[in-house]
Nanobody
Framework: QLQLVESGGGLGQPGGTMTLSCAAS????????IGWFRQVPGKTREAIIC????????TYVDSVKDRFAVSRDNAKSLVALRMNNLKPEDSGYYYC?????????????????????????WGQGTQVSVSP
């Protein structure tokens, strides 16, 4: 079972760059799709971007396209979310999550989705605040 821990949040400047990390442990990261979600107080958690086991990525929020990028380093058990040209509306709690691993049918492993309920394992979250 994979465990996930986010880091790298904090205070960012508009127009600046911030990189969040999702450290995985407990299993081989290469078997897992990893999604990033954002939650703003008072709103539901939304899917931002996801990376498949193959490293193909899917972006679900138009406002972050061309600004956010996700990458994975399976050897280091890390997934990174690089956020460029930060905007105040990027503020929130960021979570990485995985839908798990299909041990019974590895050829049909669980991939990315925009749906929160698809993901079964979550990190504790890291807060991002973008302000002048």
């Amino acid at each position: 079972q994979l465990q996930l821990v986010e880091s790298g949040g904090g205070l960012g400047q508009p127009g600046g760059t911030m990189t969040l990390s999702c450290a995985a442990s407990g299993d081989s990261l290469d078997e897992y799709a990893i999604g990033w979600f954002r939650q703003v107080p008072g709103k539901t958690r939304e899917a931002i971007i996801c990376i498949e086991q193959s490293s193909l990525t899917e972006t679900y929020v138009d406002s972050v396209k061309d600004r956010f990028a996700v990458s994975r380093d399976n050897a280091k058990s890390l997934v990174a979310l690089r956020m460029n040209n930060l905007k105040p509306e990027d503020s929130g709690y960021y979570y990485c999550a995985t839908p798990g691993r299909n041990y019974e049918r590895p050829q049909q492993n669980y991939g990315c989705s925009r749906w929160e309920t698809w993901f079964t394992t979550w990190g504790q979250g890291t807060q991002v605040s973008v302000s002048p």
